[in-house]
């Protein structure tokens, strides 16, 4: 069973940047799809981006597309998440969550406990 620790999370302004990193443990890094999810107050959790198990292949929301980026590093068992021109309704808790089959989309079945980001206007 994998352990996935998140962290990274902060309160800044709109417009600034932050690297999300989830760190994983357990099972061998490399066999699983990765994702990242989160949710905002009141409302549902949502797919942000996900990451093939070599990190070749991508998936983004269209919310997120062009401002963040995933990445993975295999060596370090560390999921990332680049977010650059950050704004108010970004904020959320986001989660990262990895699965061994299955499309970068859909169900995931182990999931962290969250790192909590504020984008301030």
């Known amino acids: 069973q994998v352990q996935l620790v998140e962290s990274g999370g902060g309160l800044v302004q709109a417009g600034d940047s932050l690297r999300l990193s989830c760190a994983a443990s357990g099972r061998t890094f490399s066999t699983y799809t990765m994702a990242w999810f989160r949710q905002a107050p009141g409302k549902e959790r949502q797919f942000v981006a996900a990451?093939?198990?070599?990190?070749?292949?991508?998936d983004y929301a269209d919310s997120v597309k062009g401002r963040f980026t995933i990445s993975r590093d295999n060596a370090q068992n560390t999921l990332y998440l680049q977010m650059n021109s950050l704004k108010p309704e970004d904020t959320a808790v986001y989660y990262c969550?990895?699965?061994?089959?299955?499309?970068?989309?859909?169900?995931?079945?182990?999931w962290g406990r969250g790192t909590q980001v504020t984008v301030s206007s």
């Open positions: 990451i093939s198990r070599s990190g070749s292949s991508t």
């Open positions: 969550a990895v699965k061994l089959f299955g499309s970068l989309r859909g169900q995931y079945d182990t």
